[in-house]
């Protein structure tokens, strides 16, 4: 359109006076340069326009963005103070674990140092019975330290008559040197177990090995209570039969064995049982 006007115009000038040709070639010249910068500006100014809507789409899609990452970092903001406030609890509770840890720890090394005394004094104790009944055969007598206690096994014949639960006078002797021994460890228990072999007792006046065994036990409980001046609040008695042989029971060899008194010593049941965890935890680790 805005050529058209221009040409009209020169035109018109061109109708209306009256120029020379070298004017006309001049102004005809200025007019087709005319035309070829508008040609650019117009280029250019469409570029601009594309560029503008090009600028206009990444604003929006960068505002987008902006709110996404807005939304965000409230988000993280939010799981940060919730982090802070899970690690200061953290912290309290670790605190306070690592005092009940130490304090367990304390509580361990004291048991540990306690069960280091109980097999010191253990050991004493097993060696002073030994020295005592030295001169007593040793399949008669059998004396060891397991599990936290002393085990004094004594055989049947030495205390007693085939069948019968009347102690002999030959066992007194050695039950005088026990006697002796546990008076001097008034700190310890005593529990006596009565054991037999597998074969039917034949005796109308017992019923059966668990009678025998029973009667066994308390015989020796009775005696070290009444003869040998053993506070029987120490003594506990109990039987055991046939079913907790050390042999088996095909022999003669295995069920002599078989058939006897176990006098087991051992710590006030409170302390034991201290030294039975303590030794439970010792294996675990």
């Known amino acids: 359109m805005k050529r058209i006007i221009v040409l009209s115009s ?13 004017e006309f070639d001049a102004l005809n010249g200025k007019y087709t340069k005319a035309l ?18 090009n600028l206009e789409s990444k604003n929006g899609a960068l505002n987008s963005q902006i709110s996404s990452l807005e ?48 097999d010191s004094l253990n050991k ?11 001169d007593v055969n040793d399949q008669d007598v059998q004396i060891q330290v397991k599990k936290g206690v002393v085990f004094i096994s004594l055989s049947d014949k030495m205390l007693f008559k085939s ?10 002797t050695v039950l005088a ?19 037999t072999d597998n074969v039917p007792i034949s005796n109308k006046l017992i019923k059966d090995n668990w009678d025998l065994s029973a009667m066994r036990a308390t015989a020796i409980a009775r005696y070290l209570q009444n003869d040998l001046q053993v506070n029987p609040a120490r003594i506990t008695a109990g039987a055991r039969s046939e079913y907790v042989p050390k042999a088996s029971n095909l022999t003669p060899e295995g069920r002599a064995i078989n ?11 409170e302390e034991f049982m201290k030294l039975m965890d303590i030794q439970a935890k010792n294996v675990q680790k």
């Open 36 to 53: 070829d910068e508008l040609g650019v500006y117009e280029g250019r100014l469409q570029d601009c326009k594309t560029e503008k809507s």
């Open 10 to 22: 020169i035109l018109g000038l061109v109708l209306t006076s009256c120029v020379s040709q070298k």
């Open 124 to 134: 004493a104790l097993s060696g002073r019975l030994k020295r005592s009944l030295d």
């Open 71 to 118: 939304g965000n970092i409230a988000t993280l903001q939010k799981s940060l103070e919730s982090c802070v406030s899970l690690n200061q609890q953290g912290n309290t509770n670790i605190s306070k674990l690592i005092d009940e840890i130490n304090s367990s720890n304390s509580y361990i090394k004291d048991l540990i140092a306690q069960n280091q005394k109980q």
């Open 259 to 269: 058939r006897r008194t176990e006098i087991i010593i051992l710590p006030k049941l």
């Open 163 to 172: 069948g019968k639960y009347e102690i002999n006078t030959n066992a007194a």
């Open 177 to 195: 040197k026990i006697g002796k021994v546990v008076n001097d460890y008034k700190d310890y228990d005593i529990l006596i177990e009565g054991h």
